[in-house]
């Protein structure tokens, strides 16, 4: 079912709230998970905590506006990839060329179509993976297919929940990376709220005990939370 895969997590930062509400909708319906924000105080205090795969980003903002964002996430490690795509009132080309300038990846013209708005921001986040954009993520003798919700190990299929699947794809998907349980609970179960993190606990658990020989593989990160530790003869490269 579309609704649990993990998908993508776009922000929008838009202080007319129509047009907020419209991004979300369409972003919502084909797929994404999304964050708003109606300034961008807020928005870049939400875009360092979730860390989305991409922006939507208003140029004319209260307060901070759109290309004084970009110079703050264009700065910052974390955000410095972050593909943006440009909303603007006005179509001179000025505006264009200045966001281009400060970082914007792509551009729209208010109005916009909403069908274009998400064939922009597909483009975007299909850009910003990595080559090979292979729906499987390969880590050893594991295999996770995004497209089917498959997991096999050594060729034979695990039977997991679409809970756990959404899991075990997001911790391959980062391996190597310590994943604190509230980034797991907002990345994988879509909280924006620390919620009860023991509900993290148990669900590696039951990965661990489905993944039987490769339980070790997902390492339990003290005090923080938990890492994907590929196991040693990988070599095939996964989608990142
Ligand atoms: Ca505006």
Redesign the pocket.
Same mark, same amino acid.
């Given at each position: 079912r579309e609704d649990e895969r993990v998908s993508e997590l776009v922000m929008v930062i +838009?202080? +007319?709230k129509e047009?907020r509400d419209l991004v979300r909708y369409n972003l919502e319906k084909a797929g994404y998970r999304v964050a708003a924000a109606s300034d961008g105080e807020d928005g870049l205090k939400q875009l360092f905590a979730s860390r989305p795969d991409a922006l939507v980003l208003?140029?004319?903002?209260?307060g901070a506006n759109g290309l004084e964002i970009l110079r703050e996430l264009r700065g910052e490690p974390k955000t410095h990839d972050l593909p943006v795509l440009v909303?603007?009132?006005r179509s001179a080309e000025m505006d264009k060329l200045l966001g281009f300038e400060h970082g914007a990846d792509d551009y729209l013209t208010k109005p916009f179509s909403p069908r274009e708005l998400v064939a922009r921001v597909k483009a975007l986040v299909r850009r910003a993976r990595p080559s090979g954009m292979s729906p499987a993520m390969v880590a050893g003798p594991l295999t996770v297919d995004l497209d089917a919700r498959e997991v096999r190990l050594e060729g034979v299929r695990l039977e997991l929940t679409p809970r756990e699947f959404d899991l075990l794809a997001f911790l391959v998907r980062h391996r190597g990376r310590a994943l604190s349980r509230d980034e797991l609970l907002r990345k994988v179960w879509g909280y924006d709220f620390v919620g009860e993190t023991r509900t993290v606990d148990v669900h590696v658990r039951r990965l661990r005990a489905k993944l039987g020989d490769g339980q070790n593989w997902i390492e339990t990160v003290l005090g923080s939370g938990y890492k994907f530790v590929p196991p040693a003869a990988t070599t095939a490269p996964g989608i990142e």
């Open positions: +838009e202080d +007319e047009i208003d140029l004319m903002l209260p909303l603007t009132a």
